[in-house]
């Protein structure tokens, strides 16, 4: 047992496994679907371990490891990778193949806690930033996770007071003609100004909102806010041609986005094509549905857009069935430009593939003439980026651009 191990100072891994997005499975095939994976996932792990080793189900989509009489740390380390190996093999259940990946935290006794509580709050902070790393992956415990675990508990309960306190803004981006050089749209992304803090950027405060849940309630606003800073604009005679807005993949799965969008068209007498939702490639390839979901989206006369590509795993004979008018190649490969030939190259064949599959292309994070130059020779269609402007409050959106564009 841990407490004989612990008494015999053996060293001891705790590794706590949390499974990524599982509360989509039972969300979407029912719990009797979502039982049927946690009991293979369990039997799973009991056919790695030894027999003096434990695995237990803590809850929900949780489970507990416990290693003992490890020669090193790295034995935990090798477990954690055959763990995600495991995991990561599809599941058949309920007549779907189901694909699932775990986020693991792992701490070592004595080394991370003396007694069984601190070490599975420690392995439960760890898997904690393995998540908030990216997911799919493990971490050890260190005690600076312990400070960031505190930091992130404090961003998510600020997010709530945030949301209530209309806390949040939109600031705009233009999108740009890469041959006219004619504002084509814009680009509503989200700013946090703390009453205390300041600005907290994005980067800092979206993962947690993922996590938590509340970036449905976020995404909510934003999408709102978008058409009706849209409508007040065209109140003022001026009409934006397009208007971009980032949703989330718990956004598509918790929310009725086709009957909200639907609402905002009548409440915002919001033209057909306007609106364009981006969405990231890791949304159309992990869920089944998302071929309905966006066909209904797109039958609402609001355009898709597949943004960051290039950085997921795209499947290209599934992209091509979907209801997708634009790719967004992401800003990290058009950085490489008169840089990397390995960077430039993907530009080129993510535009070829856009051409070729009569898609509209913008290039994301364009910062120099020359990058817009080379976009431009490809036959990019447009451009975002410093080069042109930074993102920046409605008010002075419209006082920069006012005079590019005819009203209403």
């Known amino acids: 047992s841990l407490g004989r191990a612990m008494r015999e100072w053996q060293q001891v891994a705790v590794i706590f496994i949390d499974l990524d997005n599982f509360k989509d499975v039972n969300d979407t095939l029912g719990h009797e679907v979502g039982d049927t994976l946690l009991r293979e996932v369990a039997e799973r792990m009991k056919a790695l371990l030894r027999n003096e080793d434990t695995v237990a189900r803590l809850g929900g989509d949780e489970f507990t490891v416990i290693l003992v009489d490890i020669d090193a740390p790295r034995a935990a380390l090798n477990v954690a990778q055959k763990l995600l190996q495991l995991v990561a093999k599809p599941v058949q259940a309920g007549g779907h193949a189901l694909h699932v990946s775990a986020s693991i935290g792992i701490s070592v006794f004595p080394l991370d806690g003396k007694d069984v509580p601190t070490l599975l709050k420690n392995a439960d ?3 904690y930033s393995a998540k908030a790393a990216g997911r799919n992956g493990y971490r050890f415990y260190t005690p600076l996770m312990t400070d960031l675990a505190m930091q ?3 961003i998510e309960s600020a997010l709530r007071v945030a949301l209530v306190h209309k806390q949040f803004s939109l600031h705009y981006q233009p999108q740009i003609d890469m041959f006219s050089g004619a504002l084509l749209g814009a680009e ?11 600005t907290i950027r994005p980067d800092e405060f979206i993962p ?3 996590e938590t849940g509340l970036i449905v309630d976020i995404g909510n606003w934003v999408l709102e806010e978008a058409c009706r800073q849209y409508d007040e604009w065209c ?4 009409q934006l041609p397009k208007l971009s807005v980032n949703v989330s993949v718990k956004q598509l799965e918790r929310s009725n986005l086709p009957q909200q969008l639907l609402q905002l068209q009548r409440k915002y007498d919001l033209p057909d094509n306007m609106l364009t939702l981006e969405i990231t490639e890791s949304v159309i390839m992990q869920k089944d549905y998302a071929l309905t979901l966006l066909e209904e989206i797109a039958e609402c006369g609001v355009e898709l857009a597949i943004d960051d590509f290039g950085t997921g795993y795209s499947s290209l004979s599934y992209l091509k069935q979907l209801p997708v ?4 190649v992401d800003k990290s490969f058009v950085q490489e430009i008169d840089i990397d030939r390995n960077g430039e190259a993907i530009v080129r064949a993510i535009i070829a593939l856009a051409k070729t599959m009569g898609l509209s292309v913008v290039a994301e994070g364009v910062e120099t003439e020359a990058q817009a130059q080379f976009l431009a020779a490809l036959e990019c269609d447009v451009g975002q980026g410093y080069l042109w402007g930074k993102p920046i409050p409605p008010e002075d959106f419209l006082q920069h651009w006012h005079s590019s564009l005819p009203g209403k």
């Open 125 to 127: 902070t760890a898997m």
């Open 208 to 210: 947690v909102a993922e």
């Open 188 to 198: 509503a992304l989200i700013r946090w100004q703390h009453p205390e803090r300041g």
């Open 325 to 328: 008018d634009t790719l967004k």
């Open 152 to 154: 992130r508990l404090e």
């Open 235 to 238: 109140k003022l005679g001026w």
